[in-house]
């Protein structure tokens, strides 16, 4: 069976190759207003609140894992009221490699893993795009495993600890995207692939990206009648199917062109067009450059 989830993920090409260690102690607030890298944060030991632009305040625990894959402003505090609401703290680098917020002395409240995600593919902002928002994890037994050995490994001075912590936080990462589902998530696939009927189309449209599919044919595969389809849909992934679906039409065509596989005429049939014109001028809008100039352009950058 198709998993679009998996497919995504490995389009996506995800590692965690930048972390810090954070620890709080009394009042602290930090803003960032940062757009670009996906940002991420572990929990593991106390709690904090976190505010994200768009999005209700949350209160993370230990064991908790937040990913923004297209990072908004947001604002992390500690869970002391801090006044005045604007207050802003500047971390403290320690001797030992952290970072520390609020009070310099005295026991922590809180220690967090967090920094920037690396996604290795070029078509990154467009796979984004089929991602929630925010994903907020809490209360799998697998995460928290993975949690634990992160704190463990980023309490301890052993060899290869930076090399150990990239590894457990990419494991984590796609972990915490597979974990991310029902109708808490934030709209996306992982929200997308909770429900059952929308799963089912979801699945065709990736199984099967070639063919010339109709917001009709997509409603019977969910047993769904077209209206009912496509405001399910639309309200669950947070775009509309026909956009959904030409979106990863449009990153399959940008990985097979770059890996050569077929000409132009070939990979428009591979992902749905009848002609090399009509993918041409589709692919020319979504990308910004014709299908055989952005060809030619990635055997110039290998």
């Known amino acids: 069976m198709i998993d679009p989830l998996a497919e995504v993920v490995a389009l996506l090409q995800p590692g965690a190759r930048f972390s810090k260690r954070v620890v709080g102690a009394g009042q602290w607030r930090v803003r960032r207003t940062e757009v670009g890298q996906p940002f991420y944060c572990v929990i593991v030991e106390g709690s904090c609140h976190l505010a994200v632009d768009g999005h209700d305040a949350i209160t993370l625990r230990q064991g908790d894992f937040v990913l923004i894959p297209s990072v908004y402003g947001f604002a992390m505090s500690s869970i002391e009221p801090v006044t005045p609401v604007d207050f802003e703290t500047s971390p403290v680098v320690l001797p030992n490699g952290e970072f520390r917020l609020g009070l310099q002395d005295g026991p922590t409240d809180v220690r967090l893993l967090l920094g920037h995600c690396v996604f290795g593919s070029p078509d990154a902002a467009l796979l984004v795009s089929l991602l929630p928002q925010l994903v907020h994890v809490r209360g799998e037994w697998r995460l928290a495993i993975l949690v634990q050995l992160l704190g463990e490994e980023s309490r ?83 775009v509309a199917p026909m956009a959904y679906l030409l979106a990863w039409r449009m990153a399959l065509a940008k990985d097979l062109l770059r890996q050569k596989k077929g000409g132009v005429a070939q990979v428009a049939e591979c992902v749905g067009y009848s002609s090399a014109s009509t993918f041409s001028v589709a692919f020319t809008r979504h990308v910004g450059l014709p299908p055989s100039r952005y060809a030619q352009a990635q055997t110039a950058l290998a």
Do not use: C, Y
């Open 156 to 238: 301890e001075a052993r060899p290869a600890r930076d090399e150990i912590l990239a590894r457990l936080l990419e494991v984590l990462l796609i972990e915490a995207l597979r974990s991310a589902t029902g109708t808490a998530a934030s709209p996306g696939l992982m929200r997308g692939l909770a429900d059952v009927r929308l799963a089912a189309a979801l699945r065709q449209m990736h199984a099967h990206p070639g063919q010339a599919w109709t917001v009709a044919e997509l409603a019977k595969e969910a047993a769904l009648s077209r209206s009912a389809f496509f405001e399910r849909f639309s309200r669950a992934v947070g």
